[in-house]
């Protein structure tokens, strides 16, 4: 059973910063691609960020310039660094990971549990 746990969530002044992390625990042979979503209320799920196993990573432009991922492939974890937080960051973010369990087995998507990322004053 794979597992996916964030951590890292809070309340943070517009202007602030947070570094959310995600850790992935179980049966895994090959993570593909690792990823940020944020899910504000009455809104639906968005890509935030994504990065492949070779470092190659993507941003949604409404974070490009203030948020970082990055992943530690030996270890399965993945990080977010939020600069520069904006009122409208507000959301709770999940962490996603393609990846497969076996060899020769497919690509199946998991998703964590969600932690909440509140910007205000």
């Known amino acids: 059973q794979v597992r996916l746990v964030e951590s890292g969530g809070g309340l943070v002044q517009p202007g602030g910063s947070l570094r959310l992390s995600c850790a992935a625990s179980g049966r895994i042979f090959s993570i593909y691609a690792m990823g940020w979503y944020r899910q504000a209320p009455g809104k639906e799920r968005d890509l935030v960020a994504t990065i492949l196993s070779g470092g190659s990573a993507t941003y949604a432009d409404s974070v490009k310039g203030r948020f970082t991922i990055s992943r530690d492939n030996a270890q399965n974890t993945m990080s977010l660094q939020m600069n520069s937080l904006k009122p409208e960051d507000t959301a709770i973010y999940y962490c996603?990971?393609?990846?497969?369990?076996?060899?020769?087995?497919?690509?199946?998507?998991?998703w964590g549990q969600g932690t909440q990322v509140t910007v205000s004053s």
């Open positions: 996603n990971a393609k990846l497969s369990e076996r060899p020769f087995r497919g690509v199946d998507d998991y």
